[in-house]
């Protein structure tokens, strides 16, 4: 049995998953971007034994298998993605706070489907500190965790504990952060699935982490473009450059291909103007790769994970 054939894989899916389970299903509503061509199967596991249940199906007929968060750092291309697509949305959402032996500390255990924010104005209600860091981040803790996402206050890897996740090609499993590599948003957590999180926080008081944080938003408001969607930074910094201040300094700001801008207050954003496609976005993309190589001598590294096309087998394509 293939996708090809795809009647019997899909009353399986059907069976199991009832209404959790979408075939040829629209991406674009599931990513920030709302840009993008469809999954063949679009799934929610409700837990890890639907997890398991999904892979065995998965691997017995070499159907590829990629996870999405909130789509905050991805792009789809136009074709969509073959295969599975699993989606958190739907459960993994439980914050659970665990005893710390240590004075002062508290460990928290967040569900991989748990959005950023969410977790931070917990944080701020119970007064711990710690996430100020994430102000403003958008997306999933298990796409944080993917992407080690952060600002210049810090990063999710600089605070977790332990991780549980599902390695695609060796199952669960559940390691401590001495375990784990991270660096400038990079994980080793690769192909895999991040069920949840234990994070270590601090004691503190509620007002005062409340005003960093708005603090934190206010500065980001200042300098990025939210007003039309994006996935922030297109590029990752050099140690040495700002992409966005090389993208401004070859002229770019402004330029425009379809439905796509590169901003106007912030060259490393490429905004979704209105009726954008993943080409169209892609193609500015190229446009600066080009333009920043031909006059600076510095080939750019994409921060946004390009996920789709024929990439059968493929996790994830970073360009
Ligand atoms: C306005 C804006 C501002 C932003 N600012 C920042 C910033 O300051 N710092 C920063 O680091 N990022 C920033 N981002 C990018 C983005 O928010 C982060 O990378 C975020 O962590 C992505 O989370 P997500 O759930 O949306 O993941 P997605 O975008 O859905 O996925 C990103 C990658 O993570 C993988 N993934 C998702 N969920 C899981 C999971 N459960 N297990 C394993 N892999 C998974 C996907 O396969 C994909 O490869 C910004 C984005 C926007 C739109």
């Given at each position: 049995?293939?996708?090809?054939?795809?009647?019997?894989?899909?009353?399986?899916?059907?069976?199991?998953?009832?209404?959790?389970?979408q075939f040829n299903a629209p991406l674009a509503p599931h990513v920030?971007?709302?840009?993008?061509?469809?999954?063949?199967?679009?799934?929610?596991?409700?837990?890890?034994?639907?997890?398991?249940?999904?892979?065995?199906?998965?691997?017995?007929?070499?159907?590829?298998?990629?996870?999405?968060?909130?789509?905050?750092?991805?792009?789809?291309?136009?074709?969509?993605?073959?295969?599975?697509?699993?989606?958190?949305?739907?459960?993994?959402?439980?914050?659970?706070?665990?005893?710390?032996?240590?004075?002062?500390?508290?460990?928290?255990?967040?569900?991989?489907?748990?959005?950023?924010?969410?977790?931070?104005?917990?944080?701020?209600?119970?007064?711990?500190?710690?996430?100020?860091?994430?102000?403003?981040?958008?997306?999933?803790?298990?796409?944080?965790?993917?992407?080690?996402?952060?600002?210049?206050?810090?990063?999710?890897?600089?605070?977790l504990k332990e991780l549980r996740f599902f390695d695609f090609n060796?199952?669960?499993?559940?390691?401590?952060?001495?375990?784990?590599?991270?660096?400038?948003?990079?994980?080793?957590?690769?192909?895999?699935?991040?069920?949840?999180?234990?994070?270590?926080?601090?004691?503190?008081?509620?007002?005062?982490?409340?005003?960093?944080?708005?603090?934190?938003?206010?500065?980001?408001?200042?300098?990025?473009?939210?007003?039309?969607?994006?996935?922030?930074?297109?590029?990752?910094?050099?140690?040495?450059?700002?992409?966005?201040?090389?993208?401004?300094?070859?002229?770019?700001?402004?330029?425009?291909?379809?439905?796509?801008?590169?901003?106007?207050?912030?060259?490393?954003?490429?905004?979704?103007?209105?009726?954008?496609?993943?080409?169209?976005?892609?193609?500015?993309?190229?446009?600066?790769?080009?333009?920043?190589?031909?006059?600076?001598?510095?080939?750019?590294?994409?921060?946004?994970?390009?996920?789709?096309?024929?990439?059968?087998?493929?996790?994830?394509?970073?360009?």
């Amino acid at each position: 049995m293939s996708i090809n054939n795809s009647s019997k894989l899909f009353s399986l899916f059907e069976e199991k998953l009832g209404d959790r389970a979408q075939f040829n299903a629209p991406l674009a509503p599931h990513v920030a971007y709302q840009v993008g061509g469809p999954a063949d199967i679009l799934v929610f596991p409700n837990n890890e034994e639907e997890l398991n249940w999904i892979d065995t199906l998965a691997k017995s007929n070499q159907i590829p298998q990629t996870v999405i968060g909130t789509g905050t750092n991805l792009l789809v291309v136009d074709e969509g993605i073959r295969g599975i697509v699993i989606s958190l949305a739907k459960a993994f959402q439980t914050i659970e706070e665990i005893p710390s032996n240590e004075p002062g500390k508290v460990w928290i255990k967040c569900g991989g489907g748990v959005l950023k924010p969410t977790l931070l104005k917990w944080a701020i209600e119970k007064g711990y500190t710690g996430l100020e860091f994430s102000s403003g981040v958008p997306g999933t803790i298990g796409g944080g965790i993917y992407m080690n996402a952060g600002t210049k206050y810090g990063c999710y890897g600089d605070i977790l504990k332990e991780l549980r996740f599902f390695d695609f090609n060796t199952g669960f499993k559940q390691l401590k952060r001495q375990d784990l590599h991270f660096s400038y948003r990079e994980s080793e957590v690769r192909n895999s699935l991040v069920i949840w999180a234990m994070f270590e926080l601090q004691h503190g008081d509620s007002a005062t982490i409340r005003k960093e944080v708005d603090r934190i938003i206010l500065e980001r408001a200042e300098k990025q473009p939210l007003d039309f969607p994006s996935c922030g930074s297109t590029f990752k910094n050099g140690s040495d450059y700002s992409s966005g201040r090389l993208i401004e300094k070859a002229g770019l700001k402004g330029l425009c291909v379809g439905g796509a801008e590169i901003s106007t207050k912030h060259a490393n954003f490429i905004l979704n103007k209105g009726n954008a496609t993943a080409k169209d976005i892609l193609t500015l993309i190229d446009i600066i790769k080009v333009r920043v190589r031909e006059q600076f001598g510095v080939t750019l590294e994409c921060e946004v994970c390009v996920l789709g096309g024929q990439l059968e087998g493929t996790k994830s394509q970073k360009n």
